[in-house]
């Protein structure tokens, strides 16, 4: 059964830093297409930030977050992690990890919050 854990979340003010971290079992991450999702509250989750499988590590971002936010694998940890620098308070919510949407979604996990003040 895949088990995915975010955390590393918490309150930082505008301009600071966070990392995020997604701890995997049942699922090899550096096989799998995975993505960091987020969700404000009353809007719908999107994805933010997506890193393909294997040695490649090609990523891709959402226009939101290019050039502020990191996403990298540690292969040997089995760990995915998401680097945010320059946070804004328009990045408050929960954030998700899962596999990236366009080859399917595992179970949701239960996130980890991030609230950025002003």
């Known amino acids: 059964q895949v088990q995915l854990v975010e955390s590393g979340g918490g309150l930082v003010q505008a301009g600071g830093s966070l990392r995020l971290s997604c701890a995997a079992s049942?699922?090899?991450?550096?096989?799998?297409?995975l993505a960091w999702y987020r969700q404000a509250p009353d809007k719908t989750r999107e994805l933010i930030a997506a890193?393909?499988?294997?040695?490649?590590?090609?990523?891709r971002y959402a226009d939101s977050v290019k050039g502020r936010f990191t996403i990298s694998r540690d292969n040997v940890k089995n760990t995915m992690y998401l680097q945010m620098n320059s946070l804004k308070p328009e990045d408050t919510a929960v954030y998700y990890c899962?596999?990236?949407?366009?080859?399917?979604?595992?179970?949701w996990g239960q996130g980890t919050q991030v609230t950025v003040s002003s």
């Open positions: 049942g699922i090899i991450l550096r096989s799998n297409p």
């Open positions: 890193i393909s499988p294997g040695a490649g590590d090609s990523t």
């Open positions: 899962n596999k990236d949407h366009k080859y399917g979604i595992y179970s």
